[in-house]
C-alpha cells in the first residue's frame, strides 16, 4: 500500500535512501553498487534504483568504473547548513576565547581541506592571531585539520602544532565526536606560549560542549 502521506513503505525507501548517502559520505572512496548492497543488506536492484534517484537529484555519481561516489549537489545543502553551524557555535566559542586570550575557532572538512566556518577573537588581549571565517588549508597541516584527521582513525585527542600555518603561531584542536554528518573540530590559535596540558583539556571540553548543542 502507498500513499502520500509516509506510510512504512515510502519511509522505508527514504530510510534506504539516507542509510547509502552515509555510506558514500564514510570512508572517502568509492563504492560499487555490490559492495553498497552487500554493507547495506539490501539487493543489488534496491541499490540501483536508490542510487538512480540520488543521482537524477545529484546527490550521487558514478566514475568511469561505475563506483559510486557523493554527488556535488551535497555542496548546496553544505553551505546552507554553514550559517546554522556558526550560529550554534559562537557562544561556545565566544567562552573559549575569553578565557584562553586566544583566537578560537570551528573548522569543517571539505574533501582533504578544513574550512573555518566560525572564528571569535579575545576582546581583552593586545594582540592576538587574525583567522579569517572561510579561510582553507590542508588537512595535514595546523591542529584544526590534524585533529579531523584523528577523528577520522576514531581518535578524540587534542592536537598540538606550532608554525605550521602561520609563522610563529601555536595552535591546539579537538574533534567534535559523535556527529557522523559531520567531520570537524574546535581549536585556539595564538603567538603567546601555550600550555597544552591546560589548554587542551579546556578546548575538549568545548568540543564536547559543540557537540551536545549540534544533536
Do not use: C
Not at 555510506?23 to 555490490?34: E, K, M, Q, V
Not at 557555535?89 to 566556518?117: K, N, Q, S, V
Not at 606560549?193 to 544533536?215: F, K, M, Q, S, W
Amino acid at each position: 500500500m502507498r500513499d502520500h502521506k509516509g506510510n512504512p513503505e515510502s519511509a522505508q525507501t527514504l530510510e534506504r535512501g539516507l542509510r547509502l548517502l552515509r555510506l558514500l559520505a564514510d570512508g572517502h572512496r568509492g563504492r560499487t553498487p555490490t559492495e553498497l548492497a552487500q554493507e547495506l543488506g539490501l539487493s543489488r536492484p534496491i541499490v540501483y534504483r536508490l542510487l538512480t534517484t540520488l543521482q537524477n537529484e545529484g546527490f550521487a555519481r558514478r566514475d568511469a568504473e561505475g563506483r559510486a561516489h557523493l554527488g556535488f549537489g551535497v555542496l548546496a545543502l553544505a553551505r546552507a547548513v554553514q550559517p546554522l553551524l556558526r550560529a550554534a557555535a559562537l557562544p561556545a566559542l565566544r567562552r573559549l576565547a575569553e578565557e584562553t586570550g586566544a583566537t578560537a575557532h570551528l573548522t569543517a572538512a571539505e574533501g582533504d581541506e578544513g574550512l573555518a566556518i566560525a572564528v571569535v577573537e579575545p576582546t581583552w588581549t593586545d594582540m592576538h592571531v587574525a583567522y579569517r571565517e572561510g579561510s582553507r588549508h590542508p588537512l595535514t597541516r595546523g591542529a584544526a585539520g590534524l585533529a579531523i584527521l584523528a577523528l577520522r582513525e576514531g581518535r578524540t585527542d587534542y592536537q598540538v602544532t606550532e608554525g605550521q600555518l602561520q609563522e610563529g603561531a601555536r595552535g591546539i584542536a579537538a574533534p567534535l565526536p559523535g556527529l557522523p554528518w559531520l567531520e570537524a573540530s574546535v581549536g585556539i590559535v595564538t603567538f603567546g606560549p601555550i600550555d597544552g596540558a591546560t589548554l587542551g583539556p579546556r578546548v575538549v571540553r568545548t568540543a564536547i560542549e559543540l557537540r551536545e548543542a549540534l544533536t
